[in-house]
């Protein structure tokens, strides 16, 4: 099996792997993700703004790393499936598509990622990662986690407020230039209380003014993010214009599945080509 290894994030500084996390890293499919933008077309307004899922899924599993860590520290005994959390938080995008969230939550063209079981049996089951997890006897809970099985499990993954969102809202708003952060000491509020990850805004009985700030600073930075990013109306029509492309491809022959093998520049490529092919036979 792959060393521990240690990686250098633009975003979170250093962040430690260990060798399972660097073996499911190093497969095809999860190096596939290299080729799918976080953003979509939002590079179109914000140039910098080419990260890539890849990137983001090292940031989210390295997130929840941080999350356990003040789980861990609050808890008179240790959570049980920690590696199954940090395995779980690294493939959570693992099903994504080129342009996925105007595809699927947009334009609905698509069910989501995580809600396509044909998609999830296929990339948890059928390819080297599937092979891997079955190997070290998580397959099933690591399938649980992102699908969502209402536990502290999957709120840590990809909750209101998860490793998912902690990474993401730095990583936007570093590579668009917006000067948007939340304070670190959020991660001491992280409690599992009653099965589910929760967020303490006490102490001694009374009201953290602090903690409940900064939980209301995280949701602005998010709907700084929707306004200024995720609907900015260039990055709307452009999507539009994708998906547009896509649904006449899928008429004319494209499958699902072979989506799920491309990145955004091979997709772009697949669609100018099969659109290219059906004006020429029109036009003869």
Known sequence: MSKRKLIRDAVHGDIEMSPLEVELMDTP????LRGIKQLGTA????????????????GTSWMAH???????????????????IRIAALLHDITHIPFGHTLEDERRVLPRHDKDEERVDYFFRQTTIGRILKREGIQDQVIDVITGDDTY??????????????DYLRRDTYFCGLSQ???????????????????????????????????????????????RVYYHHTKVA???????????????????????????????????????GIRLSHTC
């Not at 499919?29 to 596939?32: A, L």
């Not at 590079?43 to 090292?58: C, D, I, K």
């Not at 999350?67 to 049980?80: D, F, P, T």
């Not at 998906?243 to 494209?254: F, I």
Request: aromatic residues 8%.
């Open 29 to 32: 499919e999860f190096q596939r």
């Open 43 to 58: 590079f179109l307004v914000f140039p910098s703004a080419v990260h890539t899922r890849f990137e983001h899924s090292l």
């Open 66 to 84: 941080r999350i356990l860590e003040s789980v861990r520290r609050g808890q008179a005994a240790g959570l049980q499936d920690e590696q199954v």
């Open 153 to 166: 499990a999957s709120d840590i993954v990809g909750g209101a407020i998860s490793a998912d969102l902690l």
């Open 181 to 227: 952060y939340y304070d670190q000491r959020i991660f001491e509020s992280f409690i599992v209380d009653n099965g589910r990850l929760v967020m303490n805004l006490e102490k001694q009985g009374r009201l953290r003014q602090d903690a409940l700030s900064e939980l209301v600073n995280l949701l602005r930075i998010r709907y700084t993010l929707s306004e």
């Open 238 to 276: 452009s999507g539009a214009m994708i998906s547009k492309a896509v649904e006449l491809a899928l008429r004319e022959g494209m499958t699902v599945q072979e989506l799920r093998t491309l990145g955004d520049e091979t997709l772009i490529w697949t669609l100018r080509e099969l659109l290219q």
